[in-house]
């Protein structure tokens, strides 16, 4: 339902002229990209709050919100981002700056559970340190976009254990389902991780009570993190996703492409392993091949 209603000259005009006397506040900035973003900003917030008409009352509700994101904010959750992430700004903003070249693999989300000084693992080690879940062998090469293999090329994985939390979210210290490795003299990669699971992003804040009004899920779609990064290449952050999960057209924070939704493959129990591991159970298998645009790429 649209609340609308025709409005005077007079109250148009008196409307207008707030908009460029704020503008003009701006006149004497000295840089002009932040002249450039202020402006931006108050044209379309300005734009926003007429268009929807905005009470006092829900003006209140609103900056209570944002205080309620900034109190539950600390060293270990970010709760802006958080909010970023749902309303697809984050995806956004990853768009804007990692524009469509060749062939080169689409980016997503960052998430808030990256954490710098991973254990580095050797090509065809296990990231899973103790961490729950199906064992997921994971491969692929790491080229340019005219096709070259990059050698030497970093890395980083990190994803959620079967119960759908980070090494991070618990509160003993582990460090589990998080590594780093580095690509061989063809630009191969290989590793043991765990196949993914769906889980909720935290959704006991202001952020999760937002999507409960607005009726929508905090659920993300099973995925594997990735951030890779190589000389002369532009850094890549991104996941690969599960074909099949009941969860990909609705992802919380819109971050499933379809290029990077990969067939992660099952593997019956006494299955033989690409690498001869013994394992007790079943197992996947998932190849994921990387494409890097370069540094100066647009």
């Not at 935290?202 to 009726?215: E, S, T, Y």
């Amino acid at each position: 339902m649209t609340f609308t209603h025709e409005l005077s000259a007079e109250q148009t005009a008196r409307e207008d002229d707030l908009v460029q006397r704020v503008l003009r506040s701006f006149d004497n900035c000295e840089s002009p990209r932040l002249d450039q973003i202020l402006r931006s900003l108050v044209r379309h917030l300005h734009g926003f709050l007429r268009e929807v008409r905005l009470t006092e009352a829900e003006w209140n509700t609103g900056i209570e919100f944002l205080t309620a994101v900034g109190h539950i904010t600390d060293d270990t959750r970010q709760e802006f981002v958080l909010l970023s992430d749902v309303l697809g700004a984050s995806m956004q903003t990853i768009a804007i700056n990692n524009e469509a070249y060749g062939d080169a693999t689409e980016a997503t989300v960052f998430g808030p559970f990256f954490v710098e000084g991973s254990p580095c693992i050797d090509n065809g080690g296990d990231i899973a340190f103790g961490a729950k879940g199906q064992p997921c062998w994971v491969e692929g090469t790491v080229t340019d976009t005219d096709g070259n293999p990059v050698p030497g090329a970093r890395i980083e994985v990190w994803e959620a254990d079967n119960d759908g939390f980070y090494d991070v979210q618990y509160v003993d210290d582990r460090v589990a389902a998080r590594a780093h490795l580095f690509t061989d003299e063809d630009g191969g990669y290989r590793f043991w991780a765990i196949t993914p699971t769906p889980y909720p992003i935290p959704h006991d804040g202001p952020v999760g009570r937002m999507l409960a009004a607005a009726g929508r899920s905090p659920m993300r779609a099973s995925h594997l993190h990735f951030m890779v990064t190589a000389p002369g290449t532009r850094r890549l952050v991104t996941h690969i996703f599960v074909r099949g999960d009941d969860l990909l057209f609705t992802d919380s924070v819109f971050g499933v492409k379809e290029s990077l939704v990969k067939d992660f493959v099952r593997q019956p129990t006494g299955t033989p392993t690409p690498d001869g591991r013994s394992l007790e159970g079943d197992w996947s298998q998932v190849r994921f091949d990387i494409v890097l645009a370069p540094f100066d790429a647009s």
